[in-house]
């Protein structure tokens, strides 16, 4: 691996504490308890689309462990891993299809996120009744998805002048 990489990666590590320390200190929208801007998915859809799956994967992977370690808890990592991994994994194979733009990927991503989060809340609770609450995370997962998409993709568009 090559300095310049490291330090990519490095910097898009260090950018995505940034948004989530950000994030933290919003507070809860009180009508949808849960949700949150994803801020820090900014910095995994510009790296999915200015570095490549892999590098996105990874930046995304460090990013939620480290995020854990500093401002959550095991419970907080468990819903984080699970809603990240999915909504990455989801990006990666709409991205490589190449039937959607940075912002329908980055809306797929908002709504897979919070399916992983509700998986994890059902096995934790033991029940499926948690389920209604998709619907609601849904409408909220597009349209954060939305604007951090557009705004992913201004990022991009500026940045693809520099070889990352």
């Given at each position: 691996?090559?300095?310049?990489?490291?330090?990519?990666?490095?910097?898009?590590?260090?950018?995505?504490?940034?948004?989530?320390?950000?994030?933290?200190?919003i507070?809860?929208?009180?009508?949808?308890?849960?949700m949150?801007?994803?801020?820090?998915?900014?910095?995994?859809?510009?790296?999915?689309?200015?570095?490549?799956?892999?590098?996105?994967?990874?930046?995304?992977?460090?990013?939620?462990?480290?995020?854990?370690?500093?401002?959550?808890?095991?419970?907080?990592?468990?819903?984080?891993?699970?809603?990240?991994?999915?909504?990455?994994?989801?990006?990666?194979?709409?991205?490589?299809?190449?039937?959607?733009?940075?912002?329908?990927?980055?809306?797929?991503?908002?709504?897979?996120?919070?399916?992983?989060?509700?998986?994890?809340?059902?096995?934790?609770?033991?029940?499926?009744?948690i389920?209604?609450?998709?619907?609601?995370?849904?409408?909220?997962?597009?349209?954060?998805?939305?604007?951090?998409?557009?705004?992913?993709?201004?990022?991009?568009?500026?940045?693809?002048?520099?070889?990352?």
């Amino acid at each position: 691996m090559t300095t310049r990489k490291i330090a990519t990666y490095g910097m898009m590590v260090a950018l995505a504490l940034i948004m989530s320390y950000i994030e933290a200190q919003i507070p809860a929208f009180v009508a949808v308890p849960g949700m949150k801007l994803g801020l820090t998915n900014i910095v995994v859809v510009v790296a999915l689309y200015l570095i490549g799956p892999k590098s996105a994967m990874f930046i995304n992977v460090i990013r939620i462990i480290l995020v854990s370690l500093l401002f959550g808890n095991t419970m907080s990592f468990a819903f984080s891993i699970a809603g990240g991994m999915i909504s990455t994994v989801v990006m990666l194979f709409l991205k490589k299809i190449d039937r959607f733009g940075v912002i329908g990927v980055s809306a797929a991503g908002g709504i897979s996120h919070n399916i992983g989060q509700i998986l994890v809340a059902m096995v934790l609770l033991h029940t499926s009744a948690i389920a209604w609450y998709l619907p609601i995370l849904w409408i909220s997962g597009i349209v954060s998805g939305i604007v951090i998409g557009v705004i992913s993709g201004i990022v991009t568009n500026r940045l693809k002048t520099i070889s990352l």
